[in-house]
């Protein structure tokens, strides 16, 4: 890409909104898994007996089906996050890029 094309990128209004978009999903998305991964840490750090209770009087604990749900829930904020790329984001790189063919 030649320097006037990246100078004509930067200046486009579309471009600052999709880098705008593009962040704020990737943070809020990141913000849920990280809170949830820092709770579940900090349950084992402080509450490791509620966790290690037995969930049907067997072997499966409390804390193996949480952690299978953060594990879960990372996969789904995944999914979430690629179908927004795919709706929003490749359409508005799209309309960027017939901007600058024209």
């Known amino acids: 890409m030649s320097a006037d094309l990246y100078e004509q ?4 209004p ?3 909104q999709l ?8 943070w809020s998305l990141a913000s849920v898994i990280l809170t949830m991964y820092f709770s579940f ?6 509450f490791p007996e509620w966790l290690g209770r037995s969930l049907t009087g067997g072997v499966i604990t409390i804390g193996i089906p949480i952690g299978v749900l953060i594990i879960v829930v990372a996969f789904i904020l995944t ?3 690629v ?3 795919n709706k929003d984001f490749d359409r508005i790189n799209q309309e960027i890029i017939s901007e600058l063919k024209q």
């Open 9 to 12: 990128v930067k200046q486009n």
């Open 14 to 16: 579309k471009f600052h």
């Open 19 to 26: 880098v705008k978009q593009r962040s704020r999903w990737a």
């Open 41 to 46: 840490i900090l349950l084992i750090a402080f």
């Open 79 to 81: 999914g979430v996050y």
């Open 83 to 85: 179908y927004k790329a």
